[in-house]
């Protein structure tokens, strides 16, 4: 199952986390942008357990998103920690 969203909800994150709609490169946006979409695909995965084409997008997913924060913890410690709290993210 492939997640396509809306184009006010992608605007919206990106207002949230990355400072306006129209910055759609930032870190921060990107990161918010993915845990989204994991959580969708992970409800959709608690229905559909033998969907493994979801299951590979979504792993997709978790390894960009961890090679994101990984980027922005060498950048910005304190862009990382007060992102990952917004989230919900890690311990």
Known sequence: MSVYLSEEKRNEIFAQYGGSAA??????GQIA?????IKSLSEHL???KKDNS???SMLTLVGKRK???K????RDIQAYRSLIEKLGIRK
């Open 23 to 28: 910055n759609t490169g930032s870190i921060e």
């Open 33 to 37: 942008l993915f845990t989204y979409r």
């Open 67 to 69: 090679r994101l924060l």
């Open 54 to 56: 979801c299951k590979r």
């Open 46 to 48: 608690k229905d559909n």
């Open 71 to 74: 980027y922005l913890q060498s």
